[in-house]
């Protein structure tokens, strides 16, 4: 039975064209997975990725009825496969547009802060979650455009023997009260954000570049530390932040794992006048 046998050509060929011939015979070239599963009724053929097309996906379940068959296939039909931390995920999907959320998990630094600020990048955290995602794939292959949306919040935490204070809306820094004991000071900033990038993903290595355009639509002072035995509090909102700031943005994958992001902006946080100046930076991972 021609179906047969190419279940058969499949599973022993290494090499091919993701064709259909005149003859009904389909050759895919250098797939990466053959699956074959047969038992007295079934026979379900799979074929995952071709030699131009990672995302290439061939089924054909053939029911066996008294010497005959009757044969159901499908080409790059969608597949739900839930991904977590990156791993497991679907490449069945040939459309031109999808849909994606993602979620990063990172820390910041900030290049140009004063050296007695004693900033903590490991312990200065970002949150990043990309809410909607459209990723447009003009030539349905490993290439890709995407536009999304999504809310940041970022904290720069100094742990030395200064600390950020606010007087009459600019940021400063200043000496803790005498015989206290610092925990952190931090700065906090909250962005709705607009990632536009450019993605390859190949069979075992992928990457995305591009901007990110943040507004800042919301910031805050707070420092914590201990004096005669009390623990102190001090907050205050309204940090003059630039409303919009443009981050740099690269991310690279090894195939079946997480992608690791970094972000750089050149542009200052704080308004011209307002504060110290300093850039950001944060890198970590990106799970998608």
Not at 194 to 209: A, I, M, N, Q
Not at 238 to 246: A, E, L, Q
């Amino acid at each position: 039975m021609k179906t047969i046998l190419l279940g058969m050509a499949l599973a022993f060929s290494s090499s091919a064209f993701a064709t259909v011939n005149d003859n009904d015979t389909l050759i895919v070239e250098s797939p990466r997975q053959v699956k074959i599963i047969t038992n007295d009724s079934l026979q379900h053929i799979e074929v995952l990725g071709s030699k131009d097309n990672p995302s290439y996906r061939y089924v054909n379940t053939i029911q066996l009825v008294d010497s005959n068959y009757v044969s159901t296939s499908s080409i790059n039909e969608k597949t739900w496969d839930f991904s977590i931390a990156g791993f497991n995920k679907s490449k069945s999907s040939n459309k031109k547009v999808e849909f994606a959320m993602r979620l990063a998990f990172g820390f910041n630094n900030a290049p140009g802060m004063p050296h007695e600020a004693d900033l903590q990048p490991f312990k200065s955290w970002e949150i990043w979650w990309v809410i909607a995602d459209w990723v447009y794939k003009p030539w349905r292959n490993n290439h890709a455009f995407s536009v999304g949306v999504g809310v940041d919040w970022r904290n720069y935490r100094i742990t030395g023997d200064q600390r950020f204070v606010q007087n009459n809306r600019v940021v400063t820094f200043d000496s803790y009260p005498a015989n206290s004991n610092p925990q952190f000071s931090r700065i906090k900033v909250f962005s709705v954000n607009f990632p536009l990038t450019y993605e390859y993903d190949g069979k075992y290595f992928g990457f995305s570049v591009g901007p990110v355009v943040n507004f800042n639509t919301y910031s805050s002072l707070k420092t914590r530390y201990k004096m005669d035995g009390h623990k102190i509090a001090d907050e205050s909102t309204g940090v003059r932040v630039n409303p919009v700031t443009i981050d740099f943005m690269c991310s690279v994958n090894i195939y079946g794992g997480p992608d690791f992001y970094v972000k750089y902006s050149p542009c200052d946080l704080l308004r011209n006048g307002y504060g110290p100046k300093f850039k950001t930076l944060s890198f970590g991972i990106l799970l998608r």
